[in-house]
């Protein structure tokens, strides 16, 4: 039989374990705010994910005129109007751009010179197709990163700084599950048992948490600055990156994905020709929902 000196130090030892993985869970729920500011495509990247980058990236592009919105997707912006006179276009000061912002258009312009044969009209890019392209996908990844760094996102990291603050409470279960046995066999293992199950229901009761400090940062950031109709670009991508994809498509609303009634009214009235007017590539233009995660 375990003596009561030993069953009472493991009852200490499991409540020690407990507290760990509180402790733990808590701090990675709410990790410390960084010191530095969050750029515009962070919080993006905070509140949509790659959708909410890449849509404010576009926005800002769109006012600055860099790019145009079409029925056919995004195309690059190559002339401007002079006195009077369509005259090509000066490339924006590399100052004024992000990585981001660079390898959009680097994406957006290789698309549109991309030859498919003579008398071919290249069709516009959309937002979906843009984000998946290798370069923007590496700044993505350079901004996810950043934020993984600072303990902004779930993801590995995190999940793995979640098991190691279990691992005490899974040994002390694993100890109380052999020590049962063991002593079951020759005397009276009722006590190791309810403590050992208090453990394990401890432990069941510890779910990986997610982020919360993240959240809290996009909501601040955004009750700061409501949404509003602005010709600034700069105040139209962080409304992109803070309220959705939505203030992105009442300014361009060809670049909204298509209604589920109108993909449907138009699949049935061009049943006949063969075609689906929504499987081309610059058919729907946009690049998810409102609300990307």
């Known amino acids: 039989m375990i003596?009561?000196?030993?069953f009472g130090?493991?009852?200490v030892?499991?409540?020690w374990a407990g507290l760990t993985a509180w402790r733990v869970r808590a701090a990675v729920a709410n990790p410390p705010v960084p010191e530095r500011e969050l750029d515009v495509y962070e919080l993006g990247y905070l509140r949509g994910r790659e959708t909410g980058a890449v849509a404010a990236g576009v926005g800002l592009l769109l006012m600055r005129e860099e790019l145009l919105a079409g029925e056919s997707g995004i195309t690059i912006n190559n002339i401007t109007v002079r006195d009077g006179d369509i005259v090509d276009r000066e490339p924006i000061?590399?100052?004024?751009?992000?990585p981001l912002d660079r390898s959009m258009m680097a994406e957006a312009r290789a698309h549109q010179q991309a030859s498919?044969?003579?008398?071919?009209?290249?069709?516009?890019q959309s937002m979906r197709s843009l984000a998946e392209t290798r370069a923007v996908r590496a700044?993505?990844?350079q901004i996810r990163d950043a934020l993984h760094r600072d303990g902004l996102l779930d993801g590995p990291p995190m999940r793995a700084r979640f098991r190691r603050g279990l691992l005490p409470l899974n040994i002390l279960i694993g100890v109380g599950v052999v020590a049962a046995v063991t002593i079951g066999l020759s005397g009276n293992p009722i006590p190791l048992v309810l403590a050992t199950t208090v453990a394990a229901m401890t432990r069941v009761s510890f779910t990986p948490p997610s982020v919360k400090t993240s959240a809290r940062l996009v909501r601040?950031?955004?009750e700061q600055h409501p949404a509003w109709n602005t010709d600034d670009a700069d105040a139209f991508a962080l409304d992109i990156a803070l309220h959705g994809t939505s203030v992105l498509h009442r300014r361009y609303p060809q670049l909204a994905p298509p209604s589920r009634t109108r993909k449907v009214r138009r699949r049935t009235t061009s049943s006949g020709s063969g075609g689906d007017?929504?499987?081309s590539e610059g058919g729907g233009g946009g690049c998810g929902s409102d609300d990307g995660g």
């Open 3 to 6: 003596s009561w000196l030993t």
């Open 9 to 11: 130090g493991y009852c």
């Open 13 to 15: 030892a499991v409540v």
């Open 93 to 98: 000061p590399d100052m004024l751009l992000r």
């Open 116 to 124: 498919r044969g003579r008398g071919y009209v290249q069709p516009g």
């Open 139 to 141: 700044e993505l990844a």
């Open 220 to 222: 601040e950031a955004a």
């Open 277 to 279: 007017p929504w499987g």
